[in-house]
């Protein structure tokens, strides 16, 4: 028997109610609710989904920072440091331009803003300002200047994700430059990496009260029926992520010997955090231990899913090209075949660096805008109220497509065990069982 399998049969059966991801629904169910019938006690409730994405965020620089310098330092051959990274980078860039190409495709075809006619004149900037400033302020320039620190301990205070990966990166090589007088610091950075799983193991226990704050509030503070006036957007890009998800990385799925459908059910305590927090990055470090678990090299994962977390952001990048030809139709823009593609361009840019941060999308939309002068700036406006509904299906989208590519890029290395693939996704383990690769539920 297999050690999946002995594992799988060795778990005690487990009472459905103490299931994390059954109390993440319920929670999410109740959340939605509270916030429908007594909207007021909903948006009260706000602080409970802000502490517990705060609790994960005060994580994720610690657990980025001691993945990435180990997995850098413990590869050995610094060569393959750069072929694997080059290789994500590819990957990336690849997947990102289908993504956003697709978004273009669908928002020319379906025509989701088409009708509205709404006049930029009549529209209140003030609910968008923050937004415009913000993406004004994060000019190119700018942005790639903002990756260097002011000082090392201050990109980890922070918790700047691009900044916390610079330091990590330059860490890591200067650790494996060392040769063996830098393996006792490379063995203490992943001692300390344990605690930090061992702190995130104890804080997800809370995720139910996280997920039934955060969605309390924003059914409480948007309603339910301010979908409506705008469902044909927010059904078109639903609609447009579930067919990203089963086609073009389910196809990539098929081609590296796995199923999509089964992936997705392994990860499905993740993605239930993701819906109900509208944030990726709430689940990063589980992430990180779930594709060790899986099969998937440790050094690999500790370089892809980090930065895929800041160059892989499907969902956002569908995200961005049909919500800019929504607001051109809308407007009654006309745009031309080059003009769109120009947008595509610039989208590929702009794209780059947004976190899994809620709210993140939709700053990135403000920037690509701001650089596109025919669709007047001030339509943001008319996504205000809905983006919080539609951030939940970019965060889900760009999580599952990480996945996706920390599995695909194990592989092209050959450091993939396939047998330990499949015996995983058929006995999928409960968030927080596996800390490392190979631990049994009891030392988890």
């Not at 006619?117 to 609910?127: E, G, L, Q, T, V």
């Not at 990203?244 to 059910?265: P, Q, T």
Request: charged share 15%; proline share 4%.
């Amino acid at each position: 028997m297999t050690t999946a399998a002995i594992q799988h049969a060795a778990r005690p059966h487990q009472q459905w109610y103490k299931i994390l991801y059954v109390q993440v629904l319920i929670a999410i169910a109740l959340g939605s609710a509270i916030g429908h019938l007594y909207p007021t006690l909903g948006k009260q409730l706000k602080p409970l989904g802000d502490g517990f994405i705060s609790l994960i965020k005060m994580m994720i620089a610690p657990v980025i920072f001691c993945t990435v310098v180990h997995g850098i330092s413990s590869m050995g051959d610094l060569k393959r440091v750069g072929r694997v990274g080059l290789k994500a980078l590819i990957y990336f860039e690849a997947v990102s331009t289908v993504a956003l190409a697709i978004g273009l495709l669908v928002g020319e075809v379906l025509q989701p803003g088409s009708g509205f006619n709404i006049d930029p004149a009549s529209i209140d900037p003030k609910s968008v300002s923050t937004y415009v400033t913000k993406a004004k302020e994060e000019g190119i320039v700018s942005h790639l200047l903002a990756i260097i620190p002011d000082s090392f301990v201050g990109a980890l205070a922070r918790g700047d994700l691009l900044q916390v990966l610079l330091i990590s990166i330059l860490s890591g090589f200067a650790i494996a430059f060392m040769g063996k007088a830098g393996e006792p610091i490379a063995y203490a950075i992943d001692q300390a990496a344990k605690v930090f799983f061992g702190v995130i193991r104890i804080i997800v226990r809370v995720a139910p009260i996280g997920a039934f704050g955060a969605m309390a509030f924003t059914v409480g503070a948007y309603g339910l029926g301010s979908l409506w006036n705008l469902i044909a957007l927010i059904g078109t890009f639903y609609l447009t992520s579930v067919l990203f998800v089963l086609l073009v990385l389910g196809s990539i799925a098929r081609l590296s010997g796995f199923s999509i459908l089964r992936f997705i059910a392994y990860i499905k305590d993740e993605l239930l955090i993701v819906l109900g927090t509208s944030s990726s990055e709430t689940v990063l470090p589980q992430m990180i231990q779930k594709m060790e678990h899986l099969g998937a090299s440790r050094s690999v994962v500790g370089l892809v899913i980090p930065t895929g977390y800041s160059f892989n952001l499907d969902g956002t990048n569908i995200y961005m090209t049909l919500a800019t030809l929504f607001l051109a139709q809308a407007t009654n823009t006309p745009l031309t075949i080059w003009q769109e593609l120009g947008i595509l361009g610039i989208a590929m840019l702009t794209s780059k660096g947004a976190s899994g941060v809620t709210g993140a999308g939709f700053i990135t939309l403000a920037a690509t805008l701001s650089i596109v002068p025919d669709i007047p700036i001030q339509s943001l406006a008319i996504l205000v109220g809905i983006d919080k509904f539609m951030s939940e299906c970019r965060a889900l989208t760009n999580l599952i497509g990480n996945g996706i590519a920390c599995v695909v890029i194990s592989r092209s290395e050959g450091e993939l065990d396939k047998d330990k693939l499949h015996e995983t996704m058929a006995h999928p383990i409960e968030l927080g069982e596996a800390l490392e690769p190979g631990a049994t539920p009891e030392e988890a």
